[in-house]
């Protein structure tokens, strides 16, 4: 999920028509060592950015990250050759937090947003300015065969939707909209606070079932402890499938090509959670209620396209996804009014080099998330939601630094439906939100 960033998510899969390139620029500017046998190349990024926003009842500006899996990283990669067919691997990367913007803003926290990942491996542990552990995996890889990496990995599912977005925007500009998530909602211009003093955040319209998560449609965003194959790539199409504990599987396919000066990459993957338990942290960000399911089961389908002429510069990206929740809760109403939602997402624009610092990207955006709202909203009487968003934005490269510098708005229209809604949740005022951000690759 870019200057075309390269992400330890992309175990071969070619998500990319760009990406092969990207990565061998980062890999001839590498620091390298290691032992006799087996290599040791040094890479990552740091992004920070200044983000403003404007809920109608407030407006603040906070200096932050650019989200969880996203954020400030070093990342260890290793290889050695077995035969000529044969090879083994390793990648661990360490992901450092300075504020994450999926939290930062709201009334309980404030500007310094606890990391997402740190609440999600701490199941609950509000933490900034932290350093957390993405990945940790061993892979083996045969040219003819497929490569198979064991440990805390992208599963085949992860950010699939997203990363074939090859404009150089993903990083800023994609459709699951961190920037101010955990902001309070208004109401006519006075801010809605729940009974424990958390304000009710706007990420609370585009929760995944699946995993707890207000981060809709990337429902598989969040790494796992798991086994992963990864076929070889035939004619621009590979697949990938991954199985994790306790119990999660996944299935993706993906296509990359060019014809004619276009680029085309395409992916779809379909996952399924099903548990006796579900990681609830992301209840102490949200300040809802906790409902821990007795059984999970949810599914989740989220396909991707993404569309470039090269000589024009102009790009379309697409994604959808769509979840199944048929979870069962020791409260048979939360079980009866579990939401099953819907989100699409669109991107256009132009990516075009007028300047020699490099490429300039000119872009927007708008999607829609229908009925992805926390379970917990069943109580208010709840038994809908939509949340839209459109935006727009401007992108430099510039070559000479590896860096990225941009300037985005963004606006989010929230609106809730249901027997409870009128007078409590109705006339929603639109979050404004602006971020101005740099990102440098080493």
């Known amino acids: ?13 070619d998500c990319c028509a760009d990406l092969e390139e990207r990565v061998a620029e980062l890999e001839a500017t590498t620091a390298r060592k290691g032992n006799r046998k087996v290599s040791l190349a040094i890479t990552g990024w740091v992004a ?14 906070y200096v932050t990250g650019v989200g969880s899996t996203l954020s400030s990283h070093f990342k260890l990669t290793g290889a050695a050759t077995i035969s000529p067919e044969w090879s083994a691997g390793y990648v661990l990367q360490l992901e450092v937090n300075s504020s994450d913007p999926l939290t930062a803003g709201n009334s309980r926290f404030g500007d310094d947003g606890p990391s ?34 064991v440990g805390l990995i992208p599963q085949a599912s992860q950010h699939a939707a997203a990363l074939v977005d090859g404009s150089g925007s993903l990083v800023m500009a994609n459709w699951v909209p961190l920037d101010g998530m955990a902001i309070n909602l208004s109401q006519n211009g006075t801010q809605l606070v729940l009974p424990n003093g958390t304000g009710f955040p706007t990420g609370a ?33 590979s697949v990938s499938a991954s199985w994790g504990e306790d119990d999660f599987w996944d299935v993706a396919a993906r296509y990359a090509g060019e014809f004619n000066g276009i680029k085309l990459a395409v992916t779809a993957a379909y996952s399924h959670h099903s548990d006796e338990s579900q990681f609830m942290g992301f209840d102490t960000v949200t300040g809802l209620t906790a409902f821990h399911p007795v059984h999970l089961d949810s599914d989740y389908f989220q396909a991707g396209a993404f569309i470039h002429h090269v000589s024009s510069g102009l790009f379309l990206y697409g994604a959808y996804g769509v979840e199944d929740n048929n979870s069962v809760y020791a409260i048979p109403a939360i079980t009866a009014g579990q939401p099953s939602g819907s989100n699409w997402y669109l991107k ?4 075009r080099k007028w300047s020699p610092l490099g490429h300039t990207v000119l872009y927007g955006e708008y999607g829609v998330r229908d009925d992805m709202y926390h379970p917990a909203l069943t109580g208010f009487g709840v038994t809908g939601s939509e949340l ?3 935006g727009l934005g401007v992108v430099q490269e510039i070559d000479a630094a590896a860096m990225t510098l941009w300037l985005n708005y963004k606006n989010y229209d929230p609106s809730m439906s249901g027997p409870g809604v009128a007078g409590v949740f109705d006339d929603l005022d639109d979050l404004h939100v602006v971020t101005m951000g740099g990102l440098i690759s080493f």
């Open 116 to 149: 997402a990942l740190r609440i999600v491996n701490s199941n609950g542990g509000l933490t900034s300015g932290s350093v957390d552990l993405l990945y940790s995996f061993w892979f083996l890889k045969s040219s003819r065969l497929g490569q198979v990496s």
């Open 348 to 351: 256009a624009g132009l990516r």
């Open 388 to 390: 839209r968003q459109w």
């Open 205 to 237: 319209l585009m929760w995944c079932g699946s995993t707890a998560l207000p981060v809709a449609g990337d429902c598989d965003g969040i790494p796992t402890n798991a086994v992963r194959y990864d076929s070889p790539t035939f004619g621009g199409f």
């Open 48 to 61: 920070e950015q200044v983000m403003w926003y404007d809920n109608g009842a407030t407006s603040n500006t």
């Open 1 to 13: 999920m870019f200057v075309t960033p390269v992400f330890a998510a992309d175990l071969g899969g």
